[in-house]
């Protein structure tokens, strides 16, 4: 919740059902909320509610007020608990992502974990994920994106890339957000079908993979169950391995 003197405050009670007008501030190391955040990946913060069995999955783009409260309409679809993150760099600062725990009241039945799989079908489309998540060390994976059987090749930029991807450790919620290789326009990135990612996992065991991409002028988001260190998911073939700086945080 708090570092570097920097600190989430959840302002808003949450209810299950109809979207919630949510407000919150990030004070800083005077006290105060901050309002100067450079701008990263189109926005000056992106916010990711989940909830904590890993079922439900949003990832908004908040509007901040001149004394630095930011707003945005989210809908919990259930009573439980929520794990909200707010990822953000203050002018000046370090890139952080601060935590802070969501109550809905009411009567909450946890959902098992979704099984391990290499697929994920959203709105018509088909992911599949190809690549093992390593603990501790750099791990390369490809999302390739299908719709009716086809490859996708014309995929549309969506926050400056062409897809985004956060990683979850189920259990305490461990978070990783990270941005793809490469960058549309960059000469060199192609618009689809696979949208390749580094990722570093700090341990082993289960993550729930959330991967948004925007095609037809809409934004789509596909889910994965991935158990890091067990091989689950089969690792690229060497020619696609090449040398590159991973991106993201």
């Not at 600062?93 to 809905?104: E, K, S």
């Not at 099984?115 to 599949?128: F, I, L, M, P």
């Not at 957000?177 to 326009?185: E, I, L």
């Not at 991409?213 to 158990?227: L, M, N």
Request: glycine fraction near 12%.
């Amino acid at each position: 919740m708090s570092q570097n003197g920097y600190t989430l405050n959840p302002l808003t009670a949450a209810k299950a059902g109809a979207p919630t007008d949510f407000q919150f501030t990030v004070t800083g190391p005077s006290g105060k909320p901050v309002t100067d955040y450079q701008v990263e990946h189109d926005k000056k913060l992106h916010f990711i509610v989940v909830s904590r069995d890993l079922s439900s999955f949003q990832h908004v783009h908040p509007e901040m007020s001149a004394d630095g409260t930011w707003s945005v309409k989210i809908a919990f679809p259930a009573a439980g608990t929520f794990r909200a993150f707010a990822d953000f760099t203050p002018t000046g600062g370090q890139a952080l992502t601060l935590g802070a725990d969501i109550q809905v009241a009411g009567d909450f039945q946890p959902k098992p974990l979704k099984a391990v799989s290499r697929t994920s079908e959203v709105d018509g489309y088909t992911v599949t994920l190809d690549g093992d998540l390593v603990p501790g060390q750099s791990s390369k994976l490809t999302l390739n994106v299908s719709k009716d059987g086809k490859p996708v090749t014309d995929l549309q930029p969506y926050l400056g890339a062409y897809g985004h991807l956060v990683a979850l450790r189920a259990g305490d919620l461990a978070y990783l957000h990270v941005h793809p290789d490469g960058a549309p326009g960059d000469g060199k990135t192609r618009p689809g079908p696979g949208i390749t990612f580094y990722a570093e996992a700090p341990s082993g065991g289960d993550y729930r993979l959330f991967l948004d991409f925007q095609h037809g002028g809409a934004v789509h988001t596909a889910d994965f169950t991935a158990k890091a260190g067990e091989g689950t998911v089969a690792k690229p073939t060497a020619k696609n391995d090449h040398d590159s700086t991973p991106h993201g945080h």
